[in-house]
């Protein structure tokens, strides 16, 4: 059973820090692409930082330069770095894995098939 558990979430003041990270159990994540999502209240659910499976990266205009995606092969978890952190950065982040995700849409939510539970943050001004 394919299981992904999202942390790492919390409160802070803008301009701080937080590290998201995505632990999966069920599947390799360096053989899918992944991609870590927000959805911020009464708004749709929008690609924050993703890879593709041959390393293709999208940032979306918003957090280039602040947020950064990673992975530790070792322990199947991926990361995300969220620098100098905005009150528009608070949502709730998803962490998710597509199976058949090509390059070109790793931007979409709907292109993934496994999802985390998501964890909030929250930014204060």
């Known amino acids: 059973e394919v299981q992904l558990q999202a942390s790492g979430g919390g409160s802070v003041q803008a301009g701080g820090s937080l590290r998201l990270s995505c632990a999966a159990s069920?599947?390799?994540?360096?053989?899918?692409?992944i991609g870590w999502f927000r959805q911020a209240p009464g708004k749709d659910r929008e690609g924050v930082s993703c890879?593709?499976?041959?390393?293709?990266?999208y940032y979306a205009d918003s957090v280039k330069g602040r947020f950064t995606i990673s992975s530790d092969n070792a322990k199947n978890t991926k990361y995300l770095q969220m620098n100098s952190l905005k009150p528009e950065d608070t949502g709730v982040y998803y962490c998710?894995?597509?199976?058949?995700?090509?390059?070109?849409?790793?931007?979409?939510?709907?292109?993934?098939?496994?999802w985390g539970q998501g964890t909030q943050v929250t930014v204060s001004s």
């Open positions: 998710a894995a597509g199976v058949r995700t090509i390059t070109t849409m790793i931007r979409v939510p709907s292109s993934y098939d496994y």
């Open positions: 069920g599947l390799i994540f360096k053989d899918y692409a």
């Open positions: 890879i593709s499976s041959d390393g293709s990266t």
